[in-house]
């Protein structure tokens, strides 16, 4: 089993930053993605970013240019740098894992940002 736990969610001002980390434990594997998703208030949930061991990422077009995504392989943590943050970017923000298929989901934390 895998086990995702995240952090630093919180209350932010538009225009302001927060970071965003998950630790991952348990039986992690190579090759695997971390990755970001986001679910706002009557809204699917949606890829924010997402970042392979070799450092490949991709960014969902909303988030481009405002947010970084960051891992570290000996720690199984992954990062999310949030600037320049819109009251649009509120949501609930949950950490993914995915290897050999099987995807694994962290509890989420919750991003709001006030305008």
């Known amino acids: 089993q895998v086990q995702l736990v995240e952090s630093g969610g919180g209350l932010v001002q538009a225009g302001g930053s927060l970071t965003l980390s998950c630790a991952a434990s348990g039986s992690i594997f190579s090759p695997n993605v971390m990755g970001w998703y986001r679910q706002a208030p009557g809204k699917q949930r949606e890829l924010v970013a997402r970042?392979?061991?070799?450092?490949?990422?991709n960014y969902a077009d909303s988030v481009k240019g405002r947010f970084t995504i960051s891992r570290d392989n000996a720690k199984n943590t992954v990062y999310l740098q949030m600037n320049s943050l819109k009251s649009e970017d509120t949501a609930v923000y949950y950490c993914?894992?995915?290897?050999?298929?099987?995807?694994?989901w962290g509890k989420g934390t919750l991003v709001t940002v006030s305008s």
């Open positions: 993914n894992l995915e290897q050999f298929g099987a995807n694994y």
């Open positions: 970042i392979t061991r070799g450092a490949i990422t």
